[in-house]
């Protein structure tokens, strides 16, 4: 994950150029490194290609998923320093990035469900979920299917409406959670006594680390027109 202090985030606004408004352009500026082997290329090339190495698909904290380059606003000189090879180039440029904004309304696919609550994909982010009191209610889990469902009542009784995984979602985004996963040193644990009795488990704790997501949406279905598409179209 990358940090403030990694990359100064100048501001970000909304994207109203088109598209969705899911995602935002943000101003960065950070020093790029070309290695002598790229020298031949043009430099707007090179530091377009670095940037996009170093950004695509990570999570800034506190900002949003990155996606891609959008343009390079202004170049600062290059330097050389000894005993390195490479330049060094501060560059301002602009950078798209997921981050859809409180209470806007997304469609997604349901990837599965748990007793923490549906978990939903958009293809390219898939750490969302809606937990169960977000859900139109009465819900309920079933444990044998592994399915949430809505208890639907009508004058014929209560129709139980499943959220199959596969199923296409309307949601509202309500919270985002933001954690850093960025590596940590030794613990005081670590550097005192052995403690093989009451040691977790080999592994436990790279498991631990691996289920955390740096970046998660927050959603709820718990209003009328929200949640799997196929109930208010049908």
Not at 87 to 94: A, D, E, I, L, Y
Not at 141 to 161: C, I, K, P, R, S
Not at 214 to 233: A, K, Q, R
């Amino acid at each position: 994950m990358y940090k403030p202090e990694l990359l100064d985030i100048i501001c970000h606004h909304r994207n109203t150029a088109g598209g969705s408004w899911m995602f935002v352009l943000v101003e960065m500026v950070d020093t790029v490194r070309i290695p002598p082997w790229s020298f031949h290329r043009q430099l707007n090339d090179a530091i377009s290609e670095e940037l996009n190495k170093k950004l695509a698909n990570k999570v800034v904290y506190n900002v949003g998923l990155c996606v891609c380059l959008y343009d390079i606003t202004k170049l600062e000189d290059s330097y050389i320093f000894p005993g390195d090879g490479a330049s060094h180039t501060k560059v301002h440029f602009r950078y798209v990035v997921f981050h859809p904004f409180l209470d806007e309304i997304l469609v997604g696919k349901i990837r599965g469900c748990s007793a923490e609550g549906v978990h939903v994909s958009l293809g390219f982010f898939d750490d969302i979920i809606i937990p169960p009191e977000s859900l139109q209610q009465p819900a309920k889990f079933d444990e044998a299917e592994q399915v949430w469902m809505w208890e639907y009542e009508t004058d014929e009784g209560a129709h139980d409406l499943y959220m199959d995984q596969g199923e296409e979602i309307r949601f509202r985004v309500v919270d985002e959670v933001f954690i850093d996963t960025s590596p940590s040193g030794p613990s005081a644990e670590k550097e005192g006594p052995s403690t093989a009795l009451t040691a977790p488990p080999a592994g436990a704790e790279d498991s631990a680390q691996q289920k955390e997501a740096p970046y998660t949406l927050i959603g709820s279905v718990s209003e009328p027109g929200l949640g799997l598409l196929s109930w208010w179209n049908s």
